[in-house]
């Protein structure tokens, strides 16, 4: 999945023309028909069964909307000239990250998605950025950027995401805490609106654009390069596991770390016990390059009976969860993902009433971790008021594959999802929620209207990214111009 191998890409069968009629896309130009040959393209448009249902798919199985077509773009112009001609011929777009999507984010029902994977370039780096095309993946970037002595100052847990993927949701890790989320150590983007124009934007340049896409979830422009913030790589992490017995030991030793940034990375997970229950460990991470840590001044005040240590090379904690990932992956268990933000005083309550029936075997790698609102400067990024907030992950799996009981977890996250949202939580968008258009309403709030402006001004069409469901889809004949 994480390298699209050339053999593949040339195994595809290309595509020439689009019959508007029928919405046939054909590999010859019959004559005297009413098919239109397509533009020139420096990649491929394709229909060939396995990019379809690839495309079909993602990391939760839960969803399968079938595109007609494939593009494996070779160039920014590719993605300019199939959005252009999807605005003429009123079809939808999604793009297609690494497709770690869980509930069919990234799927374009009877339209086209364009795989990002075929664009993945690096094209600089130098000590404080780089500048990267949307399909490459962290893994990649990082790889690269520690090659020469730095890195972006966040990371997500898991590094085979594109870069495009997650700028579309934000990109939380345990650094947020100390430097905001992956869209906030973006300085630039060029993107493909969603009526086919090429604009770079930054804070200076076309700002509303810019605000607009990073964390906006596809919906306003495809993202085709990133230049993303670096600072010098420490050489080495030193990682605490501090195991309490009770969440609240927890929570109220992540708030005294959070509160004084003693760590550099800050996370927490409700690990499975033998008796069915949970223990509950604070992860902390604290970077070096010579001299160690200091181990008392960072347990003081937090140490529980439990303290385990260990030191690793800072690339290998970046990336410690990638072969875990792929195995999982290879089992192709339905993901019913469930990612909320609570608010700080709402987080013990909410969290404490869930361990009254949740599971180990329901809550799946469960993770509790705080961050600060403060360093969330992205507007589309939705978190609850106040400084504090926690990320409460529920990253489910059906083991084995059982759709009644996919079903009772996702209906399980909408009722958790409505307790979050009453105690004034958001949700992370990364979720296997059943939400409507009104769903999105409340989620967006006060900043409806700028979505809605934004839609409008960028993506007047519908044309982009329909699997996230925030807006009534529009019919083809009205997305015709
Ligand atoms: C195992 C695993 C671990 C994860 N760990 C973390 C974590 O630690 N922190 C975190 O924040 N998230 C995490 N996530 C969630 C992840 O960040 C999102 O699901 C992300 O969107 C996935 O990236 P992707 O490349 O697979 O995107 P896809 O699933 O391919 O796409 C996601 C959405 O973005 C759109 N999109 C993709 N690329 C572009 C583009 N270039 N331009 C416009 N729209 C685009 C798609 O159409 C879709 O709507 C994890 C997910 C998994 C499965």
């Known amino acids: 999945m994480a390298q699209l191998d050339r053999r593949t890409f040339l195994a595809g069968a290309a595509v020439v023309a689009f019959d508007p009629a029928d919405s046939r896309w054909l ?24 990019a379809l249902t690839e495309a079909a798919t993602d990391y939760g199985h839960l969803k399968n909307h079938r595109p007609r077509a494939v593009l494996r773009p ?15 011929h009123g079809l939808v777009v999604a793009v297609r990250g690494q497709g770690h999507s869980t ?8 339209g086209v998605v364009i795989d990002s994977r075929t664009l993945a370039a690096i094209h600089e780096i130098t000590p404080d950025r780089a500048v990267v095309d949307a399909g490459v993946q962290w893994l990649d970037l990082v790889r690269a950027t520690l090659a020469v002595g730095v890195a972006p100052p966040v990371s997500t847990d898991y590094l085979g995401l594109s870069v495009g993927g997650t700028l579309c949701v934000g990109g939380i890790g345990g650094a ?25 934007c930054s804070a200076e340049q076309e700002p509303e ?3 607009a896409v990073l964390g906006g979830l596809g919906q306003f422009a495809v993202i085709v390069r990133a230049t993303v913030r670096l600072e010098t790589a420490p050489a080495m992490a030193r990682v605490y596991t501090l195991t309490y017995p009770r969440i609240t030991d927890l929570t109220a030793a992540q708030r005294t770390a959070l509160a004084d940034g003693r760590f550099d990375y800050l996370e927490g997970q409700l690990v499975p016990t033998d008796d069915d229950g949970f223990a509950f460990v604070l992860e902390g991470g604290a970077w070096y390059t010579t001299e160690p840590p200091d181990d008392a001044a960072l347990l ?15 690339f290998e904690w970046l990336n410690r969860l990638y072969e875990t990932v792929e195995q999982i992956e290879a089992l192709r268990l339905p993901g019913p993902w469930l990612n909320a933000f609570l608010p700080d005083a709402a987080t013990d309550e909410i969290v404490t009433e869930l361990l009254t029936t949740l599971t180990p075997a329901d809550a799946g790698g469960a993770l509790l971790y705080p961050a600060r609102r403060s360093l969330i400067t992205r507007p589309q990024v939705r978190v609850p008021d106040g400084e504090v907030f ?7 799996a059906v083991s084995p594959p059982d759709d009644a009981e996919a079903e009772r977890l996702i209906a399980d996250n909408d009722a958790l999802y409505a ?20 769903d999105w309403r409340t989620h967006y709030g006060d900043r409806w209207p700028t979505v809605l402006h934004a839609k409008d001004r960028y993506d007047p069409r519908g044309v982009l990214t329909p699997g996230q469901g925030i807006f009534e889809p529009l019919s083809r004949a009205s997305r015709t111009p």
């Open 74 to 88: 070779g160039s920014v112009d590719d993605v300019v000239t199939l959005v252009r001609f999807a605005n003429e």
């Open 209 to 211: 654009l810019f605000e």
């Open 176 to 200: 947020s805490q100390q430097f905001g989320m992956l869209v906030d150590n973006t300085v630039e983007l060029q993107v493909v609106t969603g009526e086919g124009h090429l604009v770079t």
């Open 27 to 50: 590999s010859s130009l019959p004559e005297n028909s009413t098919a239109i040959q397509l533009p020139h393209l420096d990649g491929e448009l394709v229909t060939d069964e396995d």
């Open 390 to 396: 926690f990320l409460l992950a529920l990253l489910r």
């Open 300 to 314: 003081a005040g937090i140490e529980p009976p439990g303290v385990d240590l260990v030191d690793v090379p800072y």
């Open 419 to 438: 307790r979050v949202l009453a105690a004034g939580g958001t949700q992370y968008p990364v979720n296997a929620l059943r939400l409507t258009p009104a």
């Open 103 to 110: 509930f069919g984010q990234a799927q374009a029902d009877c």
